[in-house]
């Protein structure tokens, strides 16, 4: 059975399209991820399947029911993570996560029993007594994650989980997810901009640019559409590059995208390919700098697909996240 | 089972109104300084220049009128600030019924409200104002409730559809200080312009000045059982619009 069904979904805002027209369906227990550039429609979807946002057009269906018009019975089966602080500044990371689990009818012990786990996971347990308004940005996100798994649902959605989190928290954050996924059978749906949590949890992968799905498949087959190597090249210009990909284009390669001076190639067999890189290159009278070759990653399969390094406009995440922060604050 | 969810999600609302409370006491007794000036400056000065005998007394009720008005537009208005920090995405996304996160974000509020209008006809006494009876000063407080009920679930109400600062200042401006001025907390309805008597009479907040004069001095322009009702009215339907526009809101 499907835990996530979407028929057409669209969202648009004053008429700009955030969301246009899209079909995915996620299955039981599956861990599914949402990968996107910046602004390209990932947390209006998840704020449209979490019963935050109405469609404008199209339908949806959570744990079986429809968003719009059985949208009690789809916040009773899920947990959201919003990619924004949701906390009660006011009150202390204690008082948060209790109140979450009375909304959520936890009975007192397992109450108790819930929130000290999630408070270890996070390792606040120590900061618990403390006022949320005093938190570190970092220490914000993980409270906001301890309480989205405190009441354990049926589908769990997970907007930039590990945005600005040190590597170590983020290895616990991903090792929890797993645990909840595998053995609670919780059916997972994450964004995020990190290519490698997306590749190391994810079942399945949905490419998402200008509100559309642009590839969906699992991450060792995304990566297997080009046969899974790169050639990168180091030219002496820009325009080099662009000259190059364009003749490269003509001679019948399919993946090309070029960065500043840097043009890649994604290939079937790098060892037969190269050498016919070097003559083309050789031919036009372009001087190659330097050259790597290295298995494909997903990064390169994003490229791909929506033109840009998703992260070309992330300079830093804490920087970013800060900035999402503050700009609540104001 | 429903009936007992029902009840959890309003309580829970509630604690967590009390938690904020608890924090801001200082605060929120020291709001209190302002209108203990207006009664004490105010009535003492009118009452002598005017030549009006109880001026203090009869100002009292009227004062503490306003300390609940403004607490509770103030508790109800205080949803846009939940949404402007986000705390608001997770209610709404809770599987709980709307309607009772309202109520209980009303009772919370209201028994903020009611904390300092018990507080000021406390202090107010001590200050010299003499109230006629115990009981009568114990039934203000019911009615208290009922004033509260009304005006933060207007402020419920309102803050659903305002979206920024600007308008927090217009509803304050516009709205609280009008309420305030017309409400016969400060001068006797019998002898206005028709005009303003009209306005004074559409004004909810009159009826809960009138009743508190009921209760604490014993004497009222507008018979009790009116202002009962008309107070009791009030509530019922601010609490119906603000109830349902909050259930409909999106973030
Ligand atoms: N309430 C809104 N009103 C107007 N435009 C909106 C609104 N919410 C989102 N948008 C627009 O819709 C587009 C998609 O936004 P969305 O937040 O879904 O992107 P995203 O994929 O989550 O991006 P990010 O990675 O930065 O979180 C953006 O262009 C955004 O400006
Ligand atoms: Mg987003």
Redo the contacts between chains.
Sequence with gaps: MNAIVTDQITKSFNGFIAVNKINISVKEGELFGLLGPNGAGKTTLINML?????PTSGTGTVNGFDVVHDS?SV????G?V?Q????????TGW?NLD??G????LPASLRKKRMDEVLDLVELSHKSKL?VKTYSGGMIRRLEIA?GLMHHPKVLFLDEPTLGLDPQTRLHIWEYIRRLNQEEGITIVLTTHYMEEADHLCDRIAIIDNGQVVALDTPEKLKSVFGGDVIILTLDTSEDAKKLSRVYKEAGYASISTEDQTVYLSVKKSEEVVPKVFSTAFTSGINIQSMTVRKSTLDDIFIHYTGRGIRDNLVDDITYMKYKLQT??R | MDAM?SF??V??MW??EM??FK??KSRIVGSLATPLFFLIILGTAMGSSYNIENYKEFMAPGIIAMVLLFSSIFGGISVMWDR?????????????NRFCIALGKAFGGVTTAMIQGILLMIITNGFGVHYKSLPGMLLSIPIMFIIGIGFISLGIALATKIESHEGFQMVMSFLTMPLVLLSGAFFPLSKLPDWLKIAVHLNPLTYGVEALRFTLIGESEIPIVVCLVVLTSFAITTTAIGGWLFGRM??
């Design positions: 979490s019963t935050m946002i109405h009690a916040r009773a089966a899920i959201v919003f924004g602080s949701t906390l009660d500044e006011q009150l008082e109140l979450h009375r909304l959520y009818g006022l309480r609540k604050r | 969810l959890q999600t309580y829970t604690l967590r938690l904020r924090r801001a402007e920090f986000g705390f608001l995405k997770e209610i709404l996304i809770a599987p709980v999106e973030v």
